[in-house]
């Protein structure tokens, strides 16, 4: 294969354009001020090294790679130069892919400490591969490796649906927050090439392979530039365990005001019209009818909802009420424009949210509306 690789020039243009390309995503990570792609989001820092370090480590992967094709002529020499690379690899690509998954979900920091014992045993035995200028425990690394990537699914499966709930509980709105669409995707692409890594392939393998890393920079450039950074700053008087905060009157009238918060609501966020406000946050939310985030969360919980949904359903019974005003002032109106006036950044989100809540799509409802039986 190596003399194939040798005598393809296109493989070789194309190798060395991927290489530049993850050295670029690297620079453009480690040294840009602000965002290029979504300039009104503001994307974890954290994950933007990671992701930055990922790239970097990718740059090294491919030039080590590449170099026994044109330096080395022994088959035992090109053997212990790809032992070494897949050394490499089980040291900072393996580890990496796994941190950057972990680094998106920012409900809590999660320790990094089980990644170094989830690879150990790859990099103990691709040592031993090296020492003994062998591959037959390669089997075996490939099984571990599968089961290690089963056992990572599931444990993000579990993740994911914390981070999920926490999304909802905390944000009004998910644009830019969500993650498991991404990790679907990007678990996919790197299980993909973490398996090819290590089984190999003939030239048409490897071009596909150059081609699944392309499609891996530009998905995780975008999605370190369309992520918000949710790190929340809690206000100086509210401690740790967030139990007590600073409220109107004092703490003395903390009782009154967490029995009577369906009041408070009624008259700090849907008599004025609070939940417009794009962005909007629990903890915002308790601040301004003077409790905290856990008596707001625990209101909501007994009402057997979410924060999300509480503020989806007054924006969208906000929505209909604009929409029954501009039938009956005969005005013409499209449902997107509406939406946005309801507190909504993206139509999509509010499509979505309109069809959890009614049954029906937004243009089946105004069919129905015009029809004269449309109610949500």
């Known amino acids: 294969m190596y003399d194939q690789i040798r005598e393809d020039i296109f493989y070789i243009m194309l190798y060395a354009i991927v290489t530049a390309l993850a050295m670029l995503a690297s620079c453009y990570l480690l040294f840009r001020q602000g965002n290029a792609f979504a300039k009104d989001v503001m994307p974890p820092i954290r994950l933007r090294r990671w992701t930055a370090a990922f790239f970097a480590v990718f740059v090294v992967n491919h030039v080590w790679y590449m170099w026994p094709t044109f330096f080395l002529t022994s088959g035992d020499d090109v053997m212990l130069a790809n032992l ?90 998910l644009e830019h927050k ?32 150059q081609v699944v890393v392309i499609l891996l920079i530009c998905y995780l450039l975008w999605r370190v530039e369309t992520l918000s950074d949710l790190n929340i700053p809690q206000p100086q008087s509210l401690p740790a365990d967030e139990t007590t905060t600073e409220v109107i009157g004092g703490d003395s009238f903390l009782p009154t005001i967490r029995d009577n918060i369906g009041s408070l609501l009624q008259q700090h966020c849907i008599d004025k019209q609070l939940y417009l406000q ?69 139509y999509n989100t509010f499509r979505d949210a309109f069809k959890r809540k009614t049954g029906q799509s937004v243009t089946a409802w105004i069919r129905a509306l015009h029809e004269g039986i449309g109610e949500p």
């Open 84 to 173: 070494v690379g897949g050394l490499f690899d089980c040291m900072t690509f393996f580890p990496l892919s796994i941190i950057i998954l972990l680094v998106m979900l920012q409900d809590r920091r999660r320790p990094l400490w089980p990644v170094a014992v989830m690879v150990a045993p790859l990099i103990v035995g691709m040592m031993w591969c090296i020492a003994s200028s062998s591959r037959t425990i390669f089997p075996m690394l490939i099984a571990y490796l599968l089961l290690m990537s089963i056992g990572l699914i599931i444990y993000m499966v579990r993740a994911l649906r914390q981070y999920g709930r926490w999304l909802r509980d905390n944000y009004a709105d």
């Open 178 to 209: 969500e993650v498991w669409q991404s990790f679907v995707v990007l678990a996919i692409i790197v299980l993909v090439f973490a398996i090819y890594a290590l089984t190999g392939g003939d030239l048409a393998y490897e071009y596909i392979l």
């Open 278 to 346: 794009h962005d909007l946050t629990i903890l915002q939310l308790a601040k301004t009818i003077g409790t905290n985030r856990y008596y707001l969360s625990q209101y909501f919980s007994n009402q057997s909802t979410t924060y999300n949904a509480y503020i989806n359903d007054l924006r969208i019974n906000h929505f209909v009420s604009l929409y029954h005003e501009a039938v009956d002032s005969k005005r013409s109106i499209t449902a997107q424009q509406l939406a946005l006036e309801s507190g909504y950044r993206s």
